[in-house]
């Protein structure tokens, strides 16, 4: 087998058990909290809120700090890096005994977390240009896998098991991720140690001169911002639809599911669209496609009606972001991916903060069926955004170079 196959299906595997790990935490956080003596529902709510967002804050600071660092040092490192220290702050997530103990740790984890980002900017960096899309679709399908079935079996062990070890568990399978990539991966497109580096906040400027790459940050947030906005209230919408048999926390979990299943199940097919027809091409259509079916979500009166759209939504949903980390690798500079993945993972993280906090704000001033249509017209606005500054010019250049060819004598 080709290193760049190993080395991708390795960490797509690697990246199933480290967000199935992390996102089995989530379901009994709160219930984590009060067997701490944390009792008032609200403070329970408010320490839950505090503790979730504190590590997305955490990344979003510090993600071109280890992109930048990556491009000096390797990606493989990167990865290793953020298994390791993982592995460590959330054992000692289970030693923990106050909530300021938890929010610190999450803090800590925040801030040496990245082993999804570094994934992402090993495969590009050693996977063949015109297998790139592809590639990443595929471990974008890992990783929603592990986010779908994290919850549902931490929701099981925390039946038979207590919370403490479940936090134990979580830390032994990233540590086991880790120890494979350790063994198993080939960084093959190393960065040259011999080659002089600018200062990180030369490259700084340098990246943020880049308008291809200003628009795909751009871009990057409002779809994080858009596809989370809605997603604190779903299940207050389950239950106003009248959830059937009154299973209200089943469907409002499969609401989610459903859309994750379709976005693993399309990833990779649209990858490969993005290799043949250009991701500038699937990401915008991808944009269009979402902003449509969120549409009528708006219309709906009843939990089937949701789920079929849902379904319909994730599979647009799956050409997104691969498109995206595609197309920031084209336009990337030489050497400095990395750098460009970190500044765009940090964009990412910035919409998943602002997002459901945005959403929660204006659900109880336009309700969640308005928010369903203002979450489309983002996503048409970042369409929008994309082909004026992004395709347009690149077809522009294209038809500029053919004009140019065809205005050259031939060779005889």
């Not at 991708?8 to 690697?14: G, N, V």
């Not at 379904?311 to 400095?336: D, E, H, M």
């Amino acid at each position: 087998m080709e290193t760049w196959k190993r080395n991708l299906y390795i960490l797509m595997a690697s990246e199933f058990l480290v967000m199935g790990a992390m996102s089995m935490i989530i379901p009994f956080l709160p219930l984590y909290l009060q067997e701490m003596g944390v009792t008032d529902p609200e403070k329970t709510q408010l320490w839950s809120g505090l503790i979730f967002g504190v590590n997305f804050l955490s990344a979003f600071l510090v993600a071109p700090i280890w992109g930048s660092l990556a491009d000096k040092v390797g990606r493989k490192i990167m990865v290793l890096r953020s298994g390791y220290g993982m592995t460590v702050v959330i054992f000692l997530m289970g030693l923990a005994t106050s909530p300021l103990q938890l929010l610190l740790l999450r803090l800590l984890n925040g801030t040496i977390s990245g082993f999804i980002p570094a994934a992402i900017s090993l495969v590009a960096t050693n996977t063949p240009k015109e297998r790139t899309g592809y590639a990443l679709g595929l471990l974008q399908s890992g990783a929603v896998a592990g986010n779908i079935m994290g919850p549902f079996f931490g929701g099981l062990m925390a039946e038979v098991v207590d919370y403490k070890t479940i936090f134990y568990l979580t830390a032994v399978m990233i540590g086991l991720a880790t120890l494979v990539v350790t063994y198993s991966v080939k960084e093959e497109k190393k960065p040259d140690p011999k080659k002089e580096r600018a200062g990180f906040f030369k490259e700084v400027s340098e990246i943020l001169h880049q308008k291809p790459l200003l628009i795909l940050f751009s871009v990057g947030f409002m779809l994080q911002f858009a596809m989370l906005a809605p997603m604190p209230q779903m299940s207050l919408f389950v239950d106003q639809l009248g959830a059937p048999g009154g299973y209200l926390a089943f469907f409002a979990g499969l609401v989610t599911a459903v859309t994750g299943l379709a976005n693993m199940l399309a990833a990779p097919r649209l990858g490969r669209l993005g290799d043949r027809y250009g991701s500038e091409q699937v990401l915008f259509f991808a944009m269009l496609g979402a902003a449509v079916f969120f549409i009528p979500h708006a219309m709906v009166t009843s939990v089937w009606q949701l789920l079929i759209l849902r379904f319909l939504l994730g599979l647009c949903v799956g050409g997104l972001l691969p498109s995206l980390n595609s197309l920031i690798r084209s336009k990337a500079p030489q050497g400095k991916e990395s750098t460009a993945y970190g500044y765009s993972t940090s964009a990412t993280f910035l919409g998943n903060m602002l997002g459901p906090i945005t959403g929660g704000y204006l659900s109880g001033v336009i309700g969640i069926r308005g928010l369903f249509i203002m979450t489309a017209i983002l996503l048409i606005s970042g369409a929008m955004v994309l082909r004026k500054g992004l395709i347009r010019p690149s077809q522009h250049h294209q038809e500029a170079h053919r004009s140019v060819s065809r205005k050259l004598p031939s060779a005889r």
